[in-house]
Every structure is written in C-alpha cells, then in structure tokens.
C-alpha cells in the first residue's frame, strides 16, 4: 500500500512560471512532510520541509501548502528556473519512524 | 565536514553472489537509514539505526538482507545469494540524532547491478 501518493509523474515549466507538485497521504499520525530534491546521479537533498501545525511555510521561492484535512500537501515553486530541473520527492514520517516516500516527480524547466 | 559517503559507487555482480556496501555517516551523527531506489521510484527504507541497534529493521525484503553498524558510525548493507531483483541504487542516509525534524542527509547512493 501507497502510503504517500505523489502526482504528476513529470512536469515541464516554462521559465519565470510556477511550478506546483502534490501529494496526498494516509496515516493521520505522520507529523513531519519534507520535500527532497534529487540531481542525476547523486542522493535526495532536504529542500524544505512542514509540520502538521501550520498551513503554509515558504522559504525563497518554494513553498509548502498543507491541508490537514484533505491529508494533502504540496510544493510551489514559483519563478521556476532551469536550475531547478531535477526531481522531486515528497515524504512523510512519524517522529522516530521510518520515512515513506512519493514515486517522484521529474521536473524540467525550459529557458 | 565531510558529508555521507557510500563504496563502492558502482557494484556490478552476478546472480548467487554475495554483496558488502559501505556507508561512512557525517560524524557525530548517530542516527543511519538505509534506502533502496529503483528506476523512476523514491526511495523505500531498508533499516534505521539508533547508535549500533537496529531500531527499526522492518523495511529489509526477506533475510538475504542484513545491515550492521558495530561501532556506531560506519554501517554495511550485506545481500546474500543476490538475484536479478536486487539491482537498484542503495542510499544511506545519516541525522544527527533521529528527533523530531532532524534533517537526514543522504550519500551519493550505490548502484547494484546483478547480471
């Protein structure tokens, strides 16, 4: 069973636009939402990360959007770059848990 | 410092043989967890470490599969009798105590390729 289900699979964005991935959740115990960006080649790194207590954080130009209600979250990212072709992995986890992971979403930013 | 580093980078092997992948945390972190990626999907956790214990190896698929960590820091992923479906990117990931928002840093990832 899917524990964290993440749409879409790709995205192609044009530069200077927003770029918006979802994801959707089961287990009403997870208590921490990261989002990870993951290069060719190399691990996911922490992009920005969410608890269940609050609606929205933005750090630069990403942000999380959280519905606890719907059990879903998502990542903006707004003035999308080429730069920020990569992709993206949500998550989510209870404190002291295992992590469980979205399929991901291959992001690709035309100039 | 240093971040999380994994050997060997590359694994290539055949069906039946026995494989060892390293994973060196940054150091002072106590907290390690193994992941296996497949082409085109997110990671899915193997094992957790807290110190030298397994703290949660629920993740590991059958009992081909066994980590250890005897000193607290460096961690290896042992697979016996490996077969074709084990070939993915094994990754490690280290945090500095495994609390509440503690950040996991993740290492470049193994590729296991079994022929």
């Known amino acids: 069973q899917q524990q964290v289900k993440q749409s879409p699979q790709s995205l192609i964005v044009q530069k200077g636009g927003i770029s918006i991935i979802n994801c959707a959740y089961e287990n009403t115990a997870f208590d921490y939402f990261p989002w990870y960006q993951q290069f060719p080649g190399k691990g996911p790194a922490l992009l920005i990360a969410?608890?269940?207590?609050?609606s929205e954080k933005k750090e630069g130009r990403f942000t999380i959007s959280f519905n606890k209600s719907a059990k879903q979250f998502s990542l903006h990212i707004m003035d999308s770059q080429p730069g920020d072709s990569a992709t993206y992995f949500c998550?989510?986890?209870?404190?002291?848990?295992?992590?469980?992971f979205g399929t991901g979403t291959s992001l690709t930013v035309i100039p | 410092g240093a971040g999380v580093s994994q050997t060997p980078s590359n694994k290539v092997t055949e069906k039946g043989k026995y494989v060892e992948l390293r994973c060196d945390p940054i150091?002072?972190?106590?907290?390690l967890y193994w992941y296996r990626q497949s082409l085109g999907q997110g990671p899915e956790f193997l094992i957790y470490?807290?110190?030298?214990?397994?703290?949660?190896d629920s993740g590991l698929p059958n009992d081909r599969f066994f980590a250890v960590r005897p000193e607290g820091s460096v961690s290896t992923l042992k697979i016996q009798r490996t077969e074709r479906g084990d070939s993915a990117v094994y990754l490690c990931?280290?945090?500095?105590?495994?609390?509440?928002?503690?950040?996991?840093?993740f290492g470049p990832g193994t590729r296991l390729t079994v022929l």
């Open positions: 470490f807290q110190g030298t214990g397994a703290a949660d």
């Open positions: 969410i608890r269940p207590d609050v």
């Open positions: 150091s002072g972190h106590t907290a």
């Open positions: 998550a989510a986890t209870r404190t002291g848990n295992q992590f469980y």
């Open positions: 990931a280290s945090s500095s105590s495994g609390g509440p928002g503690d950040e996991q840093f």
